[in-house]
């Protein structure tokens, strides 16, 4: 099979899985109830939910991304498919960054497009809602990227979802501070502010490096 093939089947599959068993259910859930609740328990006090609402809708989404990664490695450790995807000829890495693609389209998609009427509903302005939601797409690209490497090291392990929280939390707070500044400053600044272009570096630095750290903790699950 070639490179290309290897890729593209694996992307296929975990994409197939996102949504198979209600997987994407529950962070899409758990997302859109806490954005929705908080401005039910805050009241009508609309200055302190426009104060509240990036920080809110950032740490919601940081959680909802860590409740999509404790089966990412589980399931292929559990059927057997990490031992096939050691004999092909494609490098564990890329298998592993086509993973966290297929995640991020199949469930970071839909997360920032639920995003949209959450950020209204927590006084964002209209017209900052889609900078806001563009914000967070870049942000669960450094989520699911620091993510990978948690849940690598995790696999195998009796409630690893603990494990991946303590993991990977610490490596989480740069994008949510500067997600969270950025989307402050989107309804006077638009999207391309200081605070986004650092939150750019910090998902391109996860996307680069999360794949290989993961690979490495799969080859030792393996040894």
Known sequence: MS???????????????????????????FFAGATTL????????????????????WVTVALAALMILERLFQADLEDGSLDQLHLTDAPLE??????????????????????????????????????????????????????????ALAAGVRRGGVLI???????????????AAAAGLAADEG??????????GCALGAVALGPIGAAAALRLQSS
Not at 3 to 21: H, P, Y
Not at 191 to 200: D, H, M, S
């Open 3 to 29: 490179l290309a093939a290897a890729i593209g089947a694996v992307f296929r599959r975990d994409l197939r899985l996102a949504w198979s068993g209600g997987g994407a259910a529950a962070p899409l859930g």
């Open 38 to 57: 908080v401005p039910l328990t805050v009241g009508p006090d609309l200055e302190t939910l426009a104060r509240i609402g990036p920080p809110l809708l």
């Open 94 to 151: 890329f298998i592993v960054a086509a993973k966290g693609a297929a995640l991020w389209v199949g469930i970071g998609l839909p997360l920032a497009v639920t995003a949209l009427p959450a950020a209204l509903a927590l006084q964002t302005p209209p017209h900052a809602t889609l900078a806001v939601a563009a914000g967070l797409l870049v942000g669960l690209a450094a989520f699911i990227g620091f993510g990978l490497f948690g849940a």
């Open 165 to 179: 929280a303590i993991l990977v939390l610490p490596f989480f707070a740069p994008p949510i501070i500067f997600g």
């Open 191 to 200: 999207l391309f502010t200081p605070a986004f272009a650092l939150l750019c």
